[in-house]
């Protein structure tokens, strides 16, 4: 009898939560596609500033989405403008040599279209050095675990931000000794040492942080920041076959703007969610000052600090995923030179994907200061 009382109630809590269970369309969001979005900290030497417009809850985004043409600058509080940004991509504009003063206040001025936007007027953070950059790899398949350490003895401000810039050298999955002139289509041997070398063996890929990387000490003793975790790299990642580097900019915020910034990364994590709690209406310190338009922001500034990481592929930290490349000795579709051997002129060939590196979304484009010499 206990049994059967005990499916009765199981069976009414189910139903009961179902029947709270309804997709949600927040009317805010679904009346306002065109929401500006302002995200940048004003900082001293280059200040990166991004502007797009909201998307509805089912909408893709596109790149209509960034907003194009805008007039972005630095003010200072007796109306000095910097030098205006350049729109560098889509949709992220970048002023370089801004060069702040701790006894003044700056705020960003944004004009598009018709509108000014602005935002507050602040006097610049001080923000301490990084103490370093770590990792661990706590077993082997597992992630490469990527974690900055902080501490600052003056105590003012007990909140941190953290951005990150990534690049990575990776080759191929096979080295091809020959290739194709694309000139007349002669075969060609490639001769790493004297050259011709093989260009589409080395590549390098880039890659920036997209959350919101925040940490508060306000409830610790000392202003001490360990063991932050700010990205994992999985095994199989090919960032962890030759050479990969990391730099990490750090920045002090206001409790203010941490707690938008923390707002603003928990509703990007539970949005898709059934569950998802309604987007909170926080809509940072930027405005629109000639007329009433929804934006959303919270434009900081703070003198940053940065610090890096090489981790070499000789660290063995990287784990190479099965990858069937089958060779062959016809040219068939998809198939490109692999190998050909002088002596008996026999020629393989194998697929593109597994002897171009360019086919595995890298670039030839090798930064000025990178340590190693491959083209």
């Given at each position: 009898m206990?049994l059967k009382?005990?499916?009765?109630?199981?069976?009414f809590?189910?139903?009961?939560l179902?029947?709270?269970?309804?997709e949600?369309n927040p009317?805010e969001?679904?009346?306002?596609?065109d929401?500006?979005v302002?995200?940048?900290?004003?900082?001293n030497?280059?200040?990166v500033v991004?502007?797009?417009?909201?998307?509805g809850?089912?909408?893709?985004f596109?790149?209509?989405k960034h907003l194009y043409n805008?007039?972005?600058y630095?003010?200072?509080g007796?109306g000095?403008?910097s030098?205006q940004?350049?729109m560098?991509?889509?949709g992220?504009?970048?002023?370089?040599?801004?060069d702040?003063?701790?006894?003044r206040e700056y705020?960003?001025k944004?004009?598009?279209?018709?509108?000014t936007?602005v935002?507050e007027?602040?006097s610049?953070?001080?923000t301490?050095e990084?103490?370093?950059?770590?990792?661990?790899k706590?077993?082997?398949?597992?992630?490469?675990?990527?974690?900055v350490h902080?501490?600052?003895?003056?105590?003012?401000?007990r909140?941190?931000?953290?951005?990150y810039e990534?690049?990575?050298?990776y080759?191929?999955?096979?080295?091809?000794?020959v290739g194709?002139n694309p000139?007349?289509s002669?075969?060609?041997l490639y001769d790493e040492?004297?050259?011709p070398r093989n260009?589409?063996?080395?590549?390098?890929n880039?890659?920036k942080?997209s959350s919101?990387i925040?940490e508060?000490s306000a409830?610790?003793s000392?202003?001490i920041?360990?063991?932050?975790?700010?990205?994992e790299i999985?095994?199989t990642n090919?960032r962890?076959s030759v050479?990969y580097?990391i730099?990490?900019?750090?920045y002090?915020v206001?409790?203010?703007?941490?707690?938008?910034?923390e707002?603003q990364q928990?509703?990007?994590?539970s949005m898709?969610?059934i569950?998802?709690?309604i987007?909170?209406?926080?809509?940072?310190?930027?405005?629109?000052?000639?007329?009433e338009i929804?934006v959303i922001?919270?434009?900081d500034?703070?003198?940053?600090?940065?610090?890096?990481?090489?981790i070499s592929?000789?660290e063995?930290?990287?784990e190479?995923?099965?990858?069937?490349?089958?060779v062959?000795?016809?040219?068939?579709?998809g198939?490109?030179?692999?190998?050909?051997?002088?002596?008996?002129?026999?020629?393989d060939y194998?697929?593109?994907?597994c002897?171009?590196?360019l086919?595995?979304g890298g670039?030839?484009?090798?930064p000025?200061f990178w340590p190693?010499?491959?083209?």
């Amino acid at each position: 009898m206990r049994l059967k009382i005990k499916h009765i109630i199981l069976f009414f809590v189910i139903y009961s939560l179902q029947s709270c269970i309804s997709e949600y369309n927040p009317t805010e969001l679904a009346g306002n596609p065109d929401i500006i979005v302002v995200d940048g900290i004003i900082t001293n030497g280059e200040t990166v500033v991004r502007l797009s417009k909201s998307i509805g809850i089912n909408e893709k985004f596109s790149s209509a989405k960034h907003l194009y043409n805008a007039k972005v600058y630095v003010e200072t509080g007796n109306g000095e403008l910097s030098e205006q940004a350049k729109m560098t991509e889509a949709g992220k504009y970048v002023i370089a040599n801004v060069d702040l003063k701790a006894d003044r206040e700056y705020r960003l001025k944004i004009i598009y279209n018709e509108d000014t936007l602005v935002s507050e007027f602040l006097s610049p953070l001080h923000t301490p050095e990084i103490d370093s950059i770590t990792w661990k790899k706590p077993a082997p398949g597992a992630a490469v675990e990527l974690f900055v350490h902080a501490k600052d003895t003056s105590n003012l401000q007990r909140f941190y931000r953290w951005t990150y810039e990534e690049i990575w050298e990776y080759t191929a999955k096979l080295y091809a000794n020959v290739g194709i002139n694309p000139i007349d289509s002669s075969r060609v041997l490639y001769d790493e040492v004297n050259g011709p070398r093989n260009e589409r063996y080395y590549c390098w890929n880039y890659k920036k942080s997209s959350s919101f990387i925040l940490e508060s000490s306000a409830n610790l003793s000392d202003n001490i920041i360990r063991y932050k975790k700010i990205h994992e790299i999985p095994a199989t990642n090919n960032r962890l076959s030759v050479l990969y580097y990391i730099i990490v900019n750090q920045y002090h915020v206001r409790k203010s703007a941490y707690d938008y910034f923390e707002n603003q990364q928990k509703n990007i994590e539970s949005m898709g969610s059934i569950f998802a709690p309604i987007p909170s209406e926080m809509k940072g310190n930027i405005k629109c000052i000639n007329r009433e338009i929804p934006v959303i922001g919270f434009v900081d500034v703070a003198f940053n600090t940065s610090n890096y990481l090489y981790i070499s592929g000789d660290e063995n930290l990287y784990e190479s995923p099965y990858t069937f490349c089958e060779v062959s000795k016809e040219m068939e579709p998809g198939y490109l030179p692999y190998t050909f051997d002088p002596m008996s002129g026999d020629m393989d060939y194998a697929p593109a994907h597994c002897i171009d590196c360019l086919k595995m979304g890298g670039t030839k484009n090798k930064p000025d200061f990178w340590p190693n010499s491959h083209l």
